[in-house]
């Protein structure tokens, strides 16, 4: 659902994107993502953890945008699996939050460092 209908309409739409470097293509990937900016990082919590393509590509090369408030920022992606996504998800934008945790079905806590 997220691949085939959330990814496609949030391309158009002023909601904030991740976007990642293909790992096999090398292209620009974008995904619709909820989160919050927390002084000059943006926290988000990936609802499939290992299993979504976007962290496969963030293995690969852990340098991001996001688009925030419709304006794009680069930064550097962290993977965090010790932390409590469950706990995180709290702190984040409620509406995404309950979804994640709804659709969710290994979460996985992502820190953005923006330059």
Sequence with gaps: MQRLVVNPIGRQLPVT????TGRKSGQPRRTAVGGKVVD??????SEHGEHSDYVHNIKADPAVRVRIGGKWRTGTAHLLPDDDPRQRLRSLPRLNSAGVRTMGTDLLTIRVDLD
């Design 40 to 45: 000059n990082s943006f926290w988000m919590v």
């Design 17 to 20: 994107m991740l976007e990642t």
